[in-house]
């Protein structure tokens, strides 16, 4: 029986852009992957005082933009979790889910992620249960620092994409067009929700 080869994006995605897409894509042709599942996040440990916009906005968002790829996904198992979603819970949570049993797991993650990897829980079990697939990020000082990549850690090839979900909220909250840094449902979302808005 073939192996089922997963892509697991987690994020707030909030909001989602088109460089979470280029990657994911990019991710899914590089392993040939079957399936990406974008897992959403209601409130990442690493988050805990960013102020988000609601999950089911979030969510909806997401939706919008897989809506036309048959090897993307969305999954919510997080958001029914209490407290903080951990990585590494979300892991084992996915291998008990009989579809998932014999699966192999892919993590993608940014390369600026791996400079605080050693902080996450239990992160010598995430790379046993997980191989990391790792892509490019803008660097930074913080971020160009040697890094002690774990052993479980593919690099992946992926157009390094200048577009931050940070950027896009202050261009909304400044009236300033978001057109082409998000999916056009995305955008007409947004807009018609009021995400993102400053008090007026």
């Known amino acids: 029986m073939k192996t089922l080869k997963l892509g697991i994006f987690g994020g707030t995605f909030d909001p989602i ?3 979470h897409l280029i990657v994911a894509e990019a991710a899914r042709e590089a392993l040939e992957l079957e399936q990406v599942l974008f897992m959403l996040a209601p409130q990442p440990p690493h988050k805990q005082t960013q102020e988000l916009a609601p999950w089911p906005n979030r969510l909806a968002m997401l939706e ?7 090897h993307f996904a969305i999954s919510t198992l997080e958001l029914h979790r209490s407290g903080p979603s951990y990585t590494v819970d979300t892991l084992r949570e996915l ?17 600026d992620s791996l400079s605080n990897f050693h902080t996450w829980r239990e992160p010598e079990t995430i790379t046993q249960l997980a191989t990391l697939m790792v892509y ?4 930074t000082h913080e971020a160009s620092v040697y890094v002690r990549l774990p052993e479980n850690c593919l690099g992946l090839e992926a157009p390094v994409i200048e577009i ?14 978001i057109r082409y840094l998000v999916p056009e449902s995305v955008r007409r979302y947004i807009e018609t929700n009021k995400l993102y808005r400053k008090a007026e």
């Not at 889910?97 to 940014?110: D, N, R, S, T």
């Open 64 to 70: 919008n933009a897989l809506a036309d790829h048959p």
């Open 136 to 139: 490019p990020r803008v660097e």
């Open 95 to 111: 291998r008990q889910l009989p579809e998932f049993e014999h699966a192999q797991f892919y993590l993608i993650v940014g390369k």
């Open 17 to 19: 852009h088109l460089g």
């Open 164 to 177: 931050s979900s940070s950027e896009i909220r202050r261009r909304v909250a400044m009236r300033r067009s």
